[in-house]
């Protein structure tokens, strides 16, 4: 075995895994940051959390960017969601609930999403804005 070989670890399958989901997840931010309807707060919330798990240095990276920090510091320091990022994710919500409705599911599945939607959304904009 070589000495570079020696020293890294290989690393394991769910922080593979988180890797993958914080990456997947910071794309879609930085895809929120760019179009208008996507939201990036959740997915930037979502990529620090998984790549603390899987990436702690690239976590880091994430949130010391000056675009992403301010963001972060809020959400952690004071529970903060921008109204902007409140108001996108509720529309997506009730979007994606339509659209799941006119698909035509059996009621149960339409109570438990549009259960689970409804306390997404009630926790989502009691959170302060500002």
């Given at each position: 075995?070589?000495?570079?070989?020696?020293?890294?670890?290989?690393?394991?399958?769910?922080?593979?895994?988180?890797?993958?989901?914080?990456?997947?997840?910071?794309?879609?931010?930085?895809?929120?940051?760019?179009?208008?309807g996507?939201?990036?707060?959740?997915?930037?919330?979502?990529?620090?959390?998984?790549?603390?798990?899987g990436?702690?240095?690239?976590?880091r990276?994430?949130e010391?960017h000056?675009?992403?920090?301010?963001?972060?510091?809020?959400?952690?320091?004071?529970?903060?969601?921008?109204?902007?990022?409140?108001?996108?994710?509720?529309?997506?919500?009730?979007?994606?609930?339509?659209?799941?409705?006119?698909?035509?599911p059996?009621?149960?599945?339409?109570?438990?999403?549009?259960?689970?939607?409804?306390?997404?959304?009630?926790?989502?904009?009691?959170?302060?804005?500002?």
């Open positions: 075995m070589t000495d570079g070989a020696k020293g890294r670890q290989r690393a394991s399958l769910p922080a593979l895994l988180y890797r993958a989901l914080g990456c997947v997840a910071l794309a879609l931010a930085i895809a929120g940051v760019i179009l208008p996507l939201p990036a707060t959740p997915f930037l919330l979502l990529a620090v959390w998984a790549l603390r798990r990436a702690p240095e690239l976590a990276r994430v010391t000056p675009r992403f920090e301010p963001t972060l510091r809020n959400w952690r320091e004071r529970r903060v969601v921008p109204p902007r990022a409140k108001a996108l994710a509720v529309a997506s919500m009730a979007l994606s609930f339509a659209l799941l409705w006119l698909s035509g059996g009621t149960p599945v339409l109570v438990l999403v549009g259960a689970i939607l409804v306390c997404v959304g009630a926790y989502l904009v009691s959170r302060p804005s500002r």
